[in-house]
């Protein structure tokens, strides 16, 4: 059973920089794809950030030129290097792995962006 836990959330002030990473139980060398998903209040979930088993990536507009997607098979570790954050980006971060026809979600890591 596939399990991903997310981590490096927290409290930042704006202008600030997080890495945000997500653990998987097992192997991530055979998702197709895996992704960054987020969720703030009021809104629909978005996708930040997504990358590929051969390394292509794909960013929302949002997020682009600010934000690097990243996965280490080594250690089955997912990130998301996210700089310059500002108040729209505070929501809930969660971790993504997509396999055939399976989805595998992480419960989030909580960004706030706040002075």
């Known amino acids: 059973q596939v399990q991903l836990v997310e981590s490096g959330g927290g409290l930042v002030q704006p202008g600030g920089s997080l890495r945000l990473s997500c653990a998987a139980s097992?192997?991530?060398?055979?998702?197709?794809?895996m992704a960054w998903y987020r969720q703030a209040p009021g809104k629909q979930r978005e996708l930040v950030a997504s990358?590929?088993?051969?390394?292509?990536?794909n960013y929302a507009d949002s997020v682009k030129g600010r934000s690097t997607i990243s996965r280490d098979n080594d250690k089955n570790t997912l990130y998301l290097q996210m700089n310059s954050l500002n108040a729209e980006d505070t929501a809930l971060y969660c971790c993504n792995a997509e396999l055939w026809a399976a989805n595998y979600w992480g419960l989030g890591t909580l960004v706030t962006v706040s002075s």
């Open positions: 097992g192997s991530i060398f055979s998702f197709h794809i």
């Open positions: 990358i590929t088993k051969d390394g292509n990536t």
